[in-house]
Nanobody
Framework: QVQLVESGGGSVQAGGSLRLSCAVS????????MGWFRQAPGKEREGVASIHTGSGNTYYADSVSGRFTISRDNAKNTLYLEMRGLKPEETAMYYCAAADPGIVVSPLNRRAYKYWGQGTQVTVSS
């Protein structure tokens, strides 16, 4: 079965950087959308960044554009999220996700994704 395992979360001060990783196993397709999402306590899960593993096209939420970078190492079946300039309000559980192959109208919409990791906590202190 498909498994997504995130790592790399932790605690940083405002303005700091972190790199999240998501190892994918059991997924037999090569062209599909993957994304990073986050959920703070009491808030809905929101899309942060997405990438299509075939075209390499990337998508970012306005709030992180220019500070976060999503990338994918297809040889290692690993998804990354490089985060710079972190803000306290970005404290959340961060999840990676994978969609079934096919058209995804809104790559940052969590409802487009079928497979989810367990999450990794990111805490940003002021």
């Amino acid at each position: 079965q498909v498994q997504l395992v995130e790592s790399g979360g932790g605690s940083v001060q405002a303005g700091g950087s972190l790199r999240l990783s998501c190892a994918v196993s059991g997924y037999t397709y090569s062209r599909y959308y993957m994304g990073w999402f986050r959920q703070a306590p009491g808030k809905e899960r929101e899309g942060v960044a997405s990438i299509h593993t075939g075209s390499g096209n990337t998508y970012y939420a306005d709030s992180v554009s220019g500070r976060f970078t999503i990338s994918r190492d297809n040889a290692k079946n690993t998804l990354y999220l490089e985060m710079r300039g972190l803000k306290p309000e970005e404290t959340a559980m961060y999840y990676c996700a994978a969609a079934d192959p096919g058209i995804v109208v809104s790559p940052l919409n969590r409802r487009a994704y079928k497979y989810w990791g367990q999450g990794t906590q990111v805490t940003v202190s002021s």
